[in-house]
């Protein structure tokens, strides 16, 4: 009973977490990207607002890379549940930055808006503890995608009410700020119920040297150990495929389909229906049967092929019909090859060994946009190519990797 209680806290918190997040997603490319926000004034081209866009959008994944393995290691020194409240402080004072950047029309406060939030997101981090905390190994698949539920239902609703929240046609007084503001109310109801009910799940505390380049240590260390070396270059180089995914089908939506933000915040929402299904109905009971490796081999190519086919539809109604292949494949590839890594992680090294695994993913995300933004205002489908084609290349890299645990 106290196990199940405990498993619901965590999702009640990541999927407060992740509505707050999906709040935000429909109102970025919109917000610089179109010639209404005020951000730019209209004569500014495509280019300059597209490698803005992907400037904004890096500064949040580079803060994370530096302080996901912090957060991760000082949660294995200090407990979750501190860790888990000092990040949701830290993320409403960023939510409110971002809001009067949006207010004053300020490029500056809105950078400094997302570099905040980057810094304090271990909340994912410290959930992913958390369950490896309270999990035995085959569970932890089955768990993991009790997380990846709650993100799919973060992204069902806030993406949809983001958006039209967003919407002056649905109420005069909404605007881009009236997202943020409902994001920061729901952060500081997360904050009260972890204070009341999140629990401590650490049994041994680590204590160790904590400095701000451990998340540089830990790529290093990453790469550098035979025995993960290769799982490691999996999981970085499908997320960066992903990642072009991610950052830049906004741009797509917004130039090719003509998407303001409550079509972004329906589209997003129908991809966060899709996941949770897939969690709820599909991961979960498949992975009571397969082992978490067995769940990557085959969804990694489908992964590659859905992402693909997304250069092919002239109309907006077709993409409804790729996005519930992508939201299946990516979100078990991504909790398997998670559940895969944690597995190779001893009890006490739970935060650490998840943090260099999220710090290597924050990386990846890092890097489409900092060189992707110029490349895309000139050719629009380069991310459908790249994530495509680097999502293959992970599962090509995983198949060694498969084989050699097919025989243990």
């Known amino acids: 009973m106290k196990k199940s209680k405990t498993l619901f806290t965590i999702f009640i918190t990541v999927f407060l977490d992740l509505l707050g997040v999906g709040l935000i997603i429909p109102i970025l490319a919109p917000l610089l990207l179109g010639k209404n926000s005020g951000i730019f004034s209209e004569t500014t081209s495509l280019t300059t607002r597209t490698i803005v866009f992907g400037l904004l959008m890096a500064t949040y994944s580079i803060s994370q890379f530096f302080s996901s393995p912090i957060l991760g290691s000082l949660s294995d020194k200090y407990g979750r549940r501190k860790l888990m409240i000092f ?3 830290v993320t409403i004072f ?15 406060l809105l950078f400094i808006g997302r570099i905040i939030p980057g ?12 369950l490896a905390d309270v999990s035995t190994p085959a569970e932890k698949t089955k768990n993991f995608g009790l997380v990846g539920m709650a993100f799919g239902l973060g992204f069902v609703i806030g993406p949809f009410i983001g958006g039209h929240l967003a919407n002056d046609n649905v109420f005069h007084l909404f605007s881009f700020e009236t997202p943020f503001v409902f994001a920061i109310i729901l952060s500081l109801l997360n904050l009260y119920l972890v204070y009341r009910n999140f629990p401590e799940t650490l049994k041994e505390r680590k204590d160790e040297q904590i400095t701000i380049l451990k998340g540089i240590k830990n790529i290093i260390l990453a790469f550098s150990s035979k025995r993960t070396r290769r799982l ?3 999981i970085f180089i499908n997320t960066l495929g992903f990642a072009f995914f991610t950052q830049f089908f906004l741009v797509i939506l917004v130039e090719k389909f003509n998407f303001r933000q409550e079509n972004i915040g329906s589209l997003y929402g129908f991809m966060g229906l899709c996941v949770a299904l897939s969690q709820g109905l599909i991961i979960r009971p498949l992975s009571k049967r397969l082992r978490p490796e067995k769940i990557a081999i085959f969804t990694l190519p489908l992964l590659s092929i859905s992402l693909f086919l997304l250069y092919f539809p002239k109309e907006a109604i077709l993409l409804y019909l790729i996005i519930p292949f992508i939201a299946f494949a990516q979100s078990s590839s991504n909790l398997s090859l998670t559940a895969t890594s944690s597995n190779l992680a001893k009890e006490n090294e739970q935060g650490e060994k998840l943090g260099v ?17 110029a490349i895309v205002a000139k050719f629009i489908y380069f991310p459908v190519y790249a994530a495509s084609t680097l999502v293959f290349l992970a599962w090509l890299l995983f198949i060694p990797f498969f084989i050699r645990n097919l025989k243990k």
């Open 87 to 89: 990040s949701l402080i």
């Open 94 to 108: 960023g939510y409110l930055i971002f809001t009067l950047g949006i207010h004053y029309k300020s490029l500056i």
């Open 119 to 130: 810094l304090s997101s271990g909340n994912i981090t410290i959930a992913y503890s958390s």
């Open 232 to 234: 490691n270059f999996v």
């Open 357 to 373: 695994t999220l710090s290597m993913n924050f990386l990846a995300q890092s890097l489409p946009p900092l060189f992707g933004g």
